[in-house]
């Protein structure tokens, strides 16, 4: 069983079902296991505008923070109803012992400021305990368009500074958007925040659209479009909305890409001859290498983040698991031999574990195993659930399920990797195969 670490600097907190131990000139660290972890009271009251134009901006920011936090499942907002103290002034001092009062632990105070289109977000951090600031002093300047991504920069440096690990709220997520009735469905290509915001369509639902996936720096999307007729890839420009198709050259299926670390590779699975292997092609120059020559179908591939191994699903043994093999192909060795088939792997961000879809006795899974298929461990069921893809921490997985019967549709829903905190995620339409972006920049 994974065990995650969270050190949680905020002086004290209460568990169930966790240890707890507090240093003695140290922070108190939680130990988050299966159990389940009584969320950290905190309080984020509206940010102080500091110019007339920032009004608008400055309580909607600190609602994005709040639902941010309070939707990882570590943390629980003290409502403003409950509030003793106003702040009324982003310098005046904090009057620790009214936030004490109402049980915060942790307090987050800002100030907005707007000039033009320029929106300036301060804020601090205060450990309500020990009273004092938790060192997130921060400053983030942008557009008055942008300010959810500010809102989501201070989530996610706070967030950072109480856990200890990285955040994941600046981030957007690429989906396959679903409309129309089960035996007509159109879908098309769209990207949006983490959360569900600022949805933006990629492509219209003229041609099927599959596998959508994120370059690692987020600016380029790969997916598989039927628009010819039969599979093909295509490479897409998130910013411009531009185009083109990474043709095998020789009429053959191409589907499944996944880009490489480095971002100049892709990965993808190719039919010819009735056979289905993985091959590898240099974006720049479409020169391409065949990965795998098994009489078997070989889909699905992900690499490490390391760029040295790739893990991909395979029926070679009769059945479709899972299989590691080196990058530039070679020797593949299984790594699943529960019950039941495996499918869609995808390697975690942090190189420790491998998400995949399992089915077994009519159920379908979300689950993650050491890359070594050690400490397999299931963290939903339902009638269908599907495709999973990481957060940029590694910390959360979001995926596809779709309901039962003829009325049924596809949404996305998020779990956190250790089974808790299950829920959807916000989308205009049905939604399936998401990926997840990393942090932007």
Known sequence: MRKILAALLIGAAAAAGAGAAMAQDGPLRIEIDQGVIEPLPYAVPDFVPETPAASEYAAQIARVIAADLSGTGLFREVPASAH?????????????????????????TGAVSVNGNQLTVRFRGHDVFAEKELGTGLQFNGTTDGWRRMAHKVADAVYSRITGESGYFDSRVVYVSESGPKNDRRKRLAVMDYDGANVQYLTNSASIVLAPRFSPTGDRVLYTSYESG????????????????????????????????????????????????????????????????????????????????????????????????????????????????YGTPVWSPRGDMIAFT????????????????????????????????????????????????????????????????????????????????????
């Open 84 to 108: 003793i103290s106003k702040v009324a002034s982003f310098d005046s001092a904090v009057k620790y012992a009214d936030w004490k009062a109402v049980n915060a632990q942790a307090l987050i």
């Open 230 to 341: 039969f599979p093909q890839i295509h490479v897409l420009d998130v910013g411009q909305v531009q185009r083109k198709v990474l043709s095998s050259g020789d009429g053959t299926m191409s589907f499944a890409p996944r880009f490489a670390p480095d971002g100049r590779t892709i990965v993808y699975s190719q039919t010819q001859g009735g056979n289905t292997d993985l091959f590898s092609m240099d974006i720049s120059t479409g020169a391409k290498s065949r990965l795998t020559s098994a009489p078997s179908i070989e889909t699905a591939p992900s690499f490490s983040p390391d760029g040295s191994q790739i893990v991909f699903e395979s029926d070679r043994s009769g059945s479709q698991q899972l299989y590691v093999m080196p990058a530039g192909g070679g020797e593949a060795r299984r790594i699943s031999f529960g019950e039941g088939r």
């Open 358 to 441: 399992k089915q077994n006795k009519g159920r379908f899974h979300i689950g993650v195993m050491r890359t070594d298929g050690g400490e397999e461990r299931l963290l939903t069921a339902s009638f269908l659930d599907e495709g999973p893809t990481w957060a940029p921490n590694g910390r959360v997985i979001m995926f596809t399920r779709e309901s039962q019967g003829s009325a049924g549709r596809a949404l996305l829903y998020s779990v956190d990797i250790t089974g808790r905190n299950l829920k959807p995620v916000k989308t205009p339409d049905g939604a399936s195969d998401p990926a997840w972006s990393p942090l932007q920049n």
